[in-house]
């Protein structure tokens, strides 16, 4: 019997935080959208990649399977700010919210299921902030692209940072976000060795 992802979608899924305060100014970070070109082989368990480096793989959602490409973009510090607000989660007291942009080709049914890893090697969360619910107004900018399958364009999410850690990598372990069990690793060998993206995070500016 295969086991419930209980503990990483704890990790990994998303928080809502509803706020009421107005939409922020649309901010820019300086990641520039990339070419995907034309599907190319599958990127292989274990692969080590860097920001803006494509991997092409197999996405099964449901009973989909499905090919599309993503990159990481980039990840930057926000303002501390974000999670002060009254309405905000006290475990989040004191963490750095780190946005992290995503770029996808080919989407036709769900996105991966990314996982954040913390340069302690703990995993780390993700969090939906903003009133809307929407991917874009969890990220100060306007680079993010409005979701709708069949998807190619920018997603953001961000990540609360422990202060005094960083943010080190995104991990994909074969999994699409809609996955609620683990996998038999014969199957989906990305379980057991995932696809890393190593990040940079510049130091927060408060």
Do not use: H, K
């Amino acid at each position: 019997m295969r086991r419930p992802l209980t503990a990483l979608l704890a990790a990994a899924g998303a928080v809502l935080l509803l706020t009421a305060c107005s939409s922020p100014e649309p901010a820019g970070p300086d990641f520039e959208p990339i070419e995907f070109g034309q599907p190319g082989e599958f990127v292989a368990p274990g692969t080590e990649l860097q920001e803006g480096d494509v991997a092409w793989m197999s996405v099964t959602a449901g009973s989909d399977v499905e090919t599309q490409g993503a990159t990481v973009l980039g990840a930057i510090p926000g303002s501390r700010d974000r999670f002060d607000d009254e309405s905000a989660d006290e475990s989040l007291a004191g963490m750095v919210p780190v946005e992290v942009y995503v770029q996808y080709a080919d989407v036709d049914a769900s996105r991966l299921m990314l996982i954040p890893i913390l340069d302690s090697g703990d995993e780390a969360g993700q969090v939906v902030l903003g009133n809307t619910g929407g991917l874009a107004s969890s990220c100060e900018t306007d680079l993010v692209d409005e979701y709708d399958v069949p998807y190619d364009g920018v997603t953001c999410f961000v990540v609360p940072v422990p202060d005094g850690e960083t943010l080190a990598a995104l991990e994909w372990r074969g999994l699409a976000d809609s996955a609620m069990f683990e996998p038999d690793p014969n199957e989906v060998p990305y379980w057991t060795n995932p696809i890393r993206w190593t990040v940079t995070v510049p130091a927060p500016a408060n």
